[in-house]
């Protein structure tokens, strides 16, 4: 226990050193002096909180927020000074917001506490003392064997020691952690293969030396070392032999292996903490509108202090007779009492400061996600995928984008790869029926014969079969076999798993044409050549790293002969190359790429005895270090892979995704810039750029590539930058490659933005992820600070989507890392304009209009209050009754709003999808820009003054507004001030929502029923809990007037006629894109009337506003309203989404 309060306290790190030593089995050394290292225990622990520490932690956290800190202190006043209103007015509200933000925090805590309960005590099976004991997984230590069976998680990181196979090799599944559905092959150090038993593994002496927990699945770096006889054998360790927490054991009966990494140092528990927090424009706009409303709360606190004390310097006003000053209050600190007033007054004008505001945006953005995910239209019914919202706090955030960043591979296109031509010894070939068949040659050119190859292509089609990672599973239940053959000597149907698409098509095409891989046992592979078999040794893989862009196999024949197969990129395998058609290969390389094929070239090395020798040696040592392993292994991989013998190289077509044209044409019509970033080739690139749309073939296409020095690049970009302005053409595109692009962002930035800036298409290819990044940075950093998105499928395309504003991952075949890492994630491309142009536009319109509206409502609210100082002689008399303040924001005027929030449709989806360029109306947080929330606040001033004013002419002069001659007091006056406010607050809502359904009339004609039944219970009975009952029958008594109900309808009227003058003019005068679209939606007979009446049964609640319209303005006809959506319309017809709400189909809507 104290050891556990220290590491929490942070004064016993776990683990110091940079490597851990582990006894397998936890045979500790009993000579000497020992002292074990420190590891944490096997408890994965997802949650926040505990039962000891929620109440405080979850406070501070609330606490931390600048609204609800600033509230608690003006409650805190509130209970140490003499304030006019109660503390209940701004206690309960806060106690509201904190208590709500509580449960929902502490329920989804909850639930991640009962999910880590289920983890922590899944029964786990320990190797102890000579046999197998059950335990709980929590119970795990670092050093104990643990056994795992078929199809059962692994419950920590383990190194294999061995498996029921006698290569100690064993199949694994990581869907859970990366999303790669494909079979991986771990293989256990030879010398513990062989211990089959729990007997065997009883008596095994090994130490494991690794580096510390890091979070990257795909890099472990340790050695074992194994005591036999005396003699100790060192074996390196990488990630082939590492089993992560949360994978699968596949194929195989069972394992044993000993436990590197527990609990919450496991790679699974270190990939799944938090990401850093992404901020959205329009919340930052919130903050800036706070502290604006936080400085007009001081200003109005100040002058009305300062004012207090004018009106008292004179005598009669400071000391009146009807309240005179106590002793203690003449005697007492001037300036302490000016303190105290003006703290008094703050806690009077509070309110103007929305405490709701935070806990209403949650909520709308909380309940608004659901609706990406139950949207149909980005539904994939192949796939069974719909999208999935990851963070959203974001929503709003797609209605602002100006650049889309895209991945090509799996994003642009379908990762779907198929064979289509190869070029063997400077002669081109194509797959025609299986065979393949060497340029010119056609189909009726084919005869009968078996297909026969010659020593260059049998090479070739060798060097394809051997050269992969790709992993085989027969059709048989327990999965893989040990040998390759059933016993009637025939081959089973083989199925490929492969984590690259390219690798299994190319082995695919190799088996179809004559050179088919059956499988590997661990040290042997074999492949069928025209139906005989040829056994290979696999003695070293070379794998693939984006640095070297190429992968390689060192093989011995069974002639004996050591052979070296390199497989990669022509960037890296051609000035290696030195023997072989190394011209005409590469010519053949740039003709697949014009037709848009993804290459590779295929070269082989042999090595004599000496020389291979030598470089077994030498990848030994780089494998076993345990300091700088990847830089030793870099080195011995470049020594290795050099001196090649061309053999060919191979075009691979990976189709594009249905339509992506349209997509990219619909995001440049809204405005959004796209640029494709591939690590592909340059005219493979430009190939599928052209054919997707991004460049079309009128537009003028500017190159920055193959720069070698600064100079020279920035030489190159003035020329650009000169030529875009000497070109008087529409549109230019920019292609640029990543060594240019290094170039031109070490000390060009400016030249390179400016020609970016005026290129309409900009693709880079050659990419590292790092670089992807880096271009991101680079546009969101620039002085525009425009709204970046990044969307890919791949782990290369991690980096740039959590750079990116918003991060997108697309659900294909290269894993779920995107995904996981993403703030939403759909299934293809074009969902993406669905989701930008309709959900974006709609999240930011709501929200915008929830953040000015929750504004605008407070200061009517509050205003009225600072105008009745001057009236009552600055006594800090409060105008509204306390129950009035508390419940203005919580139940008042709260739903209304939030409705709006959910389910605001002001122009249709459809007319939305159909026209991009109504995406334009919202750049640049248009909606929350100076302007709009200038309007809003003067908007609620102007309203203020109106309640105040028209209510003072009423009821000022003494007039008598009963039958008996009685007059109202100023709880009345306050009464009616407060009623004219709810209603125009509420009726202003109404006239900014444009989608009525039954729901919004619900809010909004309930919100002011509830009002007036709530004020008729509160004031019509006398509660025995309150102290002071200064509404007891005020609200019956002015409903009693009739002049009453004349000055709230005028009032009301006089209020928001303004406001409707305002928007027609606007409307007529300037109107945006969106208003014309609306305008036009109205003549077609869509609109919010429309909307309102496509409901089952609302026929006849439709026809009186129906004729009103009609005669109103005339142009507005029955048949109008019950038009139907027909093939030849010009927007879509199949309407799926759940944001009409319309319970009625499209045929009769």
Same mark, same amino acid.
């Given at each position: 226990?104290?050891?556990?309060?220290?590491?929490?306290?942070?004064? @016993?790190?776990?683990?110091?050193?940079?490597?851990?030593?582990?006894?397998?089995?936890?045979?500790?050394?009993?000579?000497?002096?020992?002292?074990?290292?420190?590891?944490?225990?096997?408890?994965?622990?997802?949650?926040?909180?505990?039962?000891?520490?929620?109440?405080?932690?979850?406070?501070?956290?609330?606490?931390?927020?600048?609204?609800?800190?600033?509230?608690?202190?003006?409650?805190?006043?509130?209970?140490?000074?003499? +304030?006019?209103?109660?503390?209940?007015?701004?206690?309960?509200?806060?106690?509201?917001?904190?208590?709500?933000?509580?449960?929902?925090?502490?329920?989804?805590?909850?639930?991640?506490?009962?999910?880590?309960?289920?983890? $922590?005590?899944?029964?786990?099976?320990?190797?102890?003392?000579?046999?197998?004991?059950?335990?709980?997984?929590?119970?795990?230590?670092?050093?104990?064997?643990?056994?795992?069976?078929?199809?059962?998680?692994?419950?920590?990181?383990?190194?294999?020691?061995?498996?029921?196979?006698?290569?100690?090799?064993?199949?694994?599944?990581?869907?859970?952690?990366?999303?790669?559905?494909?079979?991986?092959?771990?293989?256990?150090?030879?010398?513990?293969?062989?211990?089959?038993?729990?007997?065997?593994?009883?008596?095994?002496?090994?130490?494991?030396?690794?580096?510390?927990?890091?979070?990257?699945?795909?890099?472990?770096?340790?050695?074992?070392?194994?005591?036999?006889?005396?003699?100790?054998?060192?074996?390196?360790?990488?990630?082939?032999?590492?089993?992560?927490?949360?994978?699968?054991?596949?194929?195989?009966?069972?394992?044993?292996?000993?436990?590197?990494?527990?609990?919450?140092?496991?790679?699974?528990?270190?990939?799944?903490?938090?990401?850093?927090?992404?901020?959205?424009?329009?919340?930052?706009?919130?903050?800036?509108?706070?502290?604006?409303?936080?400085?007009?709360?001081?200003?109005?606190?100040?002058?009305?202090?300062?004012?207090?004390?004018?009106?008292?310097?004179?005598?009669?006003?400071? @000391?009146?007779?009807?309240?005179?000053?106590?002793?203690?209050?003449?005697?007492?600190?001037?300036?302490?009492?000016?303190?105290? =007033?003006?703290?008094?007054?703050?806690?009077?004008?509070?309110?103007?400061?929305?405490?709701?505001?935070?806990?209403?945006?949650?909520?709308?953005?909380?309940?608004? !996600?659901?609706?990406?995910?139950?949207?149909?239209?980005?539904?994939?019914? &192949?796939?069974?995928?719909?999208?999935?919202?990851?963070?959203?706090?974001?929503? &709003?955030?797609?209605?602002?984008?100006?650049?889309?960043?895209?991945?090509?591979? #799996?994003?642009?296109?379908?990762?779907?790869?198929?064979?289509?031509?190869?070029?063997?010894?400077?002669?081109?070939?194509?797959?025609?029926?299986?065979?393949?068949?060497?340029?010119?040659?056609?189909?009726?050119?084919?005869?009968?014969?078996?297909?026969?190859?010659?020593?260059?292509?049998?090479?070739?089609?060798?060097?394809?079969?051997?050269?992969?990672?790709?992993?085989?599973?027969?059709?048989?239940?327990?999965?893989?076999?040990?040998?390759?053959?059933?016993?009637?000597?025939?081959?089973?149907?083989?199925?490929?798993?492969?984590?690259?698409?390219?690798?299994?098509?190319?082995?695919?095409?190799?088996?179809?044409? #004559?050179?088919?891989?059956?499988? +590997?046992?661990?040290?042997?592979?074999?492949?069928?050549?025209?139906?005989?078999?040829?056994?290979?040794?696999?003695?070293?893989?070379?794998?693939? @790293?984006?640095?070297?862009?190429?992968?390689?196999?060192?093989?011995?024949?069974?002639?004996?002969?050591?052979?070296?197969?390199?497989?990669?990129?022509?960037?890296?395998?051609?000035?290696?190359?030195?023997?072989?058609?190394?011209?005409?290969?590469?010519?053949?390389?740039?003709?697949?790429?014009?037709?848009?094929?993804?290459?590779?070239?295929?070269?082989?090395?042999?090595?004599?005895?000496?020389?291979?020798?030598?470089?077994?040696?030498?990848?030994?040592?780089?494998?076993?270090?345990?300091?700088?392993?990847?830089?030793?292994?870099?080195?011995?991989?470049?020594?290795?892979?050099?001196?090649?013998?061309?053999?060919?190289?191979?075009?691979?077509?990976?189709?594009?995704?249905?339509?992506?044209?349209?997509?990219?044409?619909?995001?440049?019509?809204?405005?959004?810039?796209?640029?494709?970033? +591939?690590?592909?080739?340059?005219?493979?690139?430009?190939?599928?750029? %052209?054919?997707?749309?991004?460049?079309?073939?009128?537009?003028?296409?500017?190159?920055?590539?193959?720069?070698?020095?600064?100079? &020279?690049?920035?030489? *190159?970009?003035?020329?650009?930058?000169?030529?875009?302005?000497?070109?008087?053409?529409?549109?230019?595109?920019?292609?640029?490659? #990543?060594?240019?692009?290094?170039?031109?962002?070490?000390?060009?930035?400016?030249?390179?933005?400016?020609?970016?800036?005026?290129?309409?298409?900009?693709?880079?290819?050659?990419?590292?992820?790092?670089?992807?990044?880096?271009?991101?940075?680079?546009?969101?950093?620039?002085?525009? *600070?425009?709204?970046?998105?990044?969307?890919? =499928?791949?782990?290369?395309?991690?980096?740039?989507?959590?750079?990116?504003?918003?991060?997108?991952?697309?659900?294909?075949?290269?894993?779920?890392?995107?995904?996981?890492?993403?703030?939403?994630?759909?299934?293809?491309?074009?969902?993406?304009?669905?989701?930008?142009?309709?959900?974006?536009?709609?999240?930011?319109?709501?929200?915008?209009?929830?953040?000015?509206?929750?504004?605008?409502? $407070?200061?009517?609210?509050?205003?009225?209050?600072?105008?009745?100082?001057?009236?009552?002689?600055?006594?800090?008399?409060?105008?509204?009754?306390?129950?009035?303040?508390?419940?203005? $924001?919580?139940?008042?005027?709260? %739903?209304?709003?939030?409705?709006?929030?959910?389910? &605001?449709?002001?122009?249709?989806?459809?007319?939305?999808?159909?026209?991009?360029?109504?995406?334009?109306?919202?750049?640049?947080?248009?909606?929350?820009?100076?302007?709009?929330?200038?309007?809003?606040?003067?908007?609620?001033?102007?309203?203020?003054?109106?309640?105040?004013?028209?209510?003072?002419?009423?009821?000022?002069?003494?007039?008598?507004?009963?039958?008996?001659?009685?007059?109202?007091?100023?709880?009345?006056?306050?009464?009616?001030?407060?009623?004219?406010?709810?209603?125009?607050?509420?009726?202003?809502?109404?006239?900014?929502?444009?989608?009525?359904?039954?729901?919004?009339?619900?809010?909004?004609?309930?919100?002011?029923?509830?009002?007036?039944?709530?004020?008729?219970?509160?004031?019509?009975?006398?509660?025995?809990?309150?102290?002071?009952?200064?509404?007891?029958?005020?609200?019956?008594?002015?409903?009693?007037?009739?002049?009453?109900?004349?000055?709230?309808?005028?009032?009301?009227?006089?209020?928001?006629?303004?406001?409707?003058?305002?928007?027609?003019?606007?409307?007529?005068?300037?109107?945006?894109?969106?208003?014309?679209?609306?305008?036009?939606?109205?003549?077609?007979?869509?609109?919010?009337?429309?909307?309102?009446?496509?409901?089952?049964?609302?026929?006849?609640?439709?026809?009186?506003?129906?004729?009103?319209?009609?005669?109103?303005?005339?142009?507005?006809?029955?048949?109008?309203?019950?038009?139907?959506?027909? @093939?030849?319309?010009?927007?879509?017809?199949?309407?799926?989404?759940?944001?009409?709400? !319309?319970?009625?189909?499209?045929?009769?809507?």
């Amino acid at each position: 226990m104290l050891r556990w309060i220290r590491q929490q306290l942070g004064f @016993d790190p776990p683990h110091p050193s940079e490597t851990r030593t582990i006894h397998v089995a936890n045979r500790f050394p009993r000579h000497g002096h020992y002292t074990p290292q420190k590891f944490a225990d096997n408890r994965i622990i997802s949650s926040k909180y505990t039962v000891w520490n929620f109440v405080p932690k979850n406070l501070f956290e609330q606490f931390r927020r600048i609204a609800n800190f600033y509230f608690l202190i003006i409650f805190l006043v509130q209970l140490m000074i003499d +304030t006019p209103t109660s503390p209940v007015t701004s206690g309960l509200p806060l106690f509201f917001v904190i208590t709500v933000t509580a449960i929902k925090q502490g329920y989804e805590d909850w639930l991640r506490h009962k999910a880590d309960n289920e983890v $922590n005590g899944a029964p786990v099976y320990v190797v102890r003392s000579g046999g197998l004991v059950k335990t709980r997984s929590k119970n795990i230590r670092v050093g104990d064997i643990v056994r795992v069976a078929k199809d059962e998680t692994f419950p920590a990181d383990l190194v294999l020691l061995s498996s029921d196979r006698a290569d100690g090799s064993c199949h694994t599944t990581t869907a859970s952690l990366d999303g790669e559905t494909n079979l991986k092959t771990h293989i256990a150090a030879r010398e513990t293969a062989v211990l089959q038993s729990v007997d065997n593994l009883d008596t095994l002496l090994a130490v494991i030396e690794c580096q510390q927990p890091e979070a990257d699945l795909y890099r472990f770096i340790g050695r074992i070392t194994v005591t036999q006889h005396t003699e100790e054998i060192v074996k390196p360790l990488g990630p082939e032999n590492l089993l992560l927490r949360g994978a699968r054991l596949k194929n195989t009966k069972e394992i044993f292996g000993v436990a590197v990494y527990t609990g919450m140092e496991t790679k699974m528990a270190l990939n799944y903490k938090s990401k850093s927090q992404k901020r959205s424009a329009v919340e930052k706009s919130m903050n800036t509108f706070l502290i604006i409303y936080l400085v007009i709360l001081l200003f109005e606190a100040s002058l009305s202090t300062i004012l207090k004390y004018a009106y008292q310097a004179e005598e009669k006003w400071d @000391d009146p007779w009807y309240n005179q000053k106590t002793d203690q209050e003449r005697n007492s600190s001037k300036i302490l009492k000016f303190i105290s =007033d003006f703290l008094a007054f703050l806690v009077l004008y509070n309110f103007i400061i929305p405490i709701s505001l935070y806990v209403t945006v949650e909520m709308q953005k909380f309940l608004g !996600s659901f609706f990406i995910g139950w949207d149909l239209d980005l539904y994939h019914e &192949e796939t069974n995928q719909k999208a999935q919202v990851n963070t959203s706090d974001l929503n &709003e955030e797609l209605g602002q984008v100006e650049y889309v960043f895209t991945d090509k591979t #799996g994003t642009l296109t379908e990762n779907e790869m198929q064979f289509r031509e190869c070029s063997v010894n400077g002669i081109k070939y194509q797959e025609i029926n299986g065979r393949l068949v060497s340029e010119g040659m056609t189909e009726d050119c084919l005869d009968g014969t078996r297909q026969s190859l010659n020593e260059e292509e049998e090479l070739f089609l060798k060097a394809v079969s051997l050269c992969h990672t790709v992993q085989i599973s027969n059709d048989q239940p327990d999965g893989l076999r040990d040998g390759f053959l059933h016993a009637n000597g025939i081959s089973s149907h083989l199925e490929y798993y492969a984590s690259s698409p390219d690798e299994k098509a190319l082995v695919e095409a190799s088996g179809r044409m #004559g050179v088919k891989f059956n499988g +590997t046992d661990g040290e042997s592979m074999e492949i069928r050549v025209l139906g005989k078999s040829e056994r290979y040794k696999l003695l070293h893989v070379l794998e693939f @790293d984006p640095n070297r862009r190429m992968m390689s196999v060192i093989v011995e024949s069974p002639s004996g002969e050591r052979i070296l197969f390199t497989k990669g990129a022509e960037s890296a395998i051609i000035p290696n190359s030195k023997n072989g058609e190394i011209d005409k290969t590469q010519l053949h390389i740039e003709e697949f790429a014009l037709k848009g094929l993804r290459t590779l070239c295929i070269a082989y090395r042999t090595f004599s005895s000496k020389e291979y020798q030598e470089i077994n040696e030498r990848l030994h040592q780089a494998r076993t270090a345990l300091q700088q392993r990847e830089e030793k292994v870099s080195d011995a991989f470049r020594f290795i892979e050099r001196d090649f013998v061309m053999l060919g190289a191979t075009g691979v077509e990976d189709r594009l995704q249905d339509k992506v044209q349209e997509t990219i044409e619909a995001l440049r019509l809204a405005g959004i810039k796209v640029w494709v970033l +591939t690590g592909d080739k340059h005219e493979t690139a430009v190939s599928v750029s %052209l054919s997707c749309g991004h460049f079309h073939r009128t537009m003028n296409i500017l190159e920055l590539v193959q720069q070698k020095t600064d100079h &020279e690049c920035a030489e *190159k970009l003035r020329q650009l930058v000169r030529r875009i302005q000497d070109d008087h053409v529409i549109q230019h595109g920019l292609v640029v490659d #990543g060594v240019s692009l290094s170039l031109a962002l070490r000390e060009h930035e400016k030249l390179f933005m400016e020609v970016c800036r005026n290129c309409s298409a900009v693709l880079c290819c050659r990419m590292a992820p790092l670089q992807k990044a880096k271009v991101v940075r680079l546009l969101k950093t620039s002085p525009e *600070k425009p709204i970046t998105l990044a969307i890919g =499928d791949g782990a290369n395309d991690v980096s740039m989507i959590q750079e990116a504003h918003v991060g997108i991952g697309i659900m294909g075949k290269e894993g779920r890392q995107a995904v996981r890492n993403s703030d939403y994630a759909i299934a293809r491309f074009k969902f993406l304009s669905k989701l930008l142009l309709v959900h974006g536009h709609f999240y930011y319109i709501r929200i915008a209009t929830l953040v000015q509206y929750f504004f605008y409502k $407070n200061v009517c609210f509050i205003t009225p209050q600072f105008l009745y100082q001057f009236f009552c002689l600055f006594s800090q008399q409060t105008l509204y009754d306390s129950v009035y303040l508390t419940l203005y $924001n919580i139940c008042f005027t709260s %739903l209304p709003v939030l409705m709006y929030s959910l389910f &605001e449709q002001h122009v249709h989806p459809h007319v939305l999808h159909s026209k991009p360029s109504l995406y334009r109306d919202l750049r640049k947080n248009a909606l929350l820009g100076f302007k709009p929330f200038l309007y809003w606040t003067l908007l609620g001033f102007s309203h203020a003054f109106i309640f105040f004013f028209g209510s003072y002419l009423l009821m000022g002069e003494d007039t008598s507004l009963l039958g008996n001659g009685q007059m109202f007091g100023n709880w009345t006056f306050g009464t009616l001030v407060f009623t004219i406010m709810v209603i125009t607050v509420t009726m202003k809502m109404a006239l900014e929502t444009h989608f009525w359904t039954w729901i919004h009339h619900f809010v909004t004609w309930g919100s002011i029923g509830f009002y007036f039944i709530f004020s008729l219970f509160y004031g019509g009975i006398i509660w025995p809990f309150l102290h002071t009952q200064d509404m007891y029958f005020v609200f019956v008594q002015l409903l009693s007037s009739g002049s009453t109900w004349f000055a709230i309808i005028a009032i009301v009227v006089a209020c928001l006629f303004l406001d409707v003058v305002k928007k027609v003019f606007y409307r007529h005068l300037c109107p945006t894109s969106t208003e014309k679209a609306q305008l036009a939606e109205a003549g077609s007979g869509v609109g919010c009337l429309d909307s309102m009446c496509c409901f089952t049964g609302w026929d006849a609640t439709c026809l009186p506003p129906r004729r009103m319209l009609e005669r109103v303005m005339g142009r507005c006809s029955p048949a109008r309203f019950n038009r139907s959506w027909s @093939d030849s319309d010009p927007y879509f017809t199949n309407d799926r989404t759940i944001l009409t709400l !319309s319970s009625v189909d499209s045929a009769s809507c």
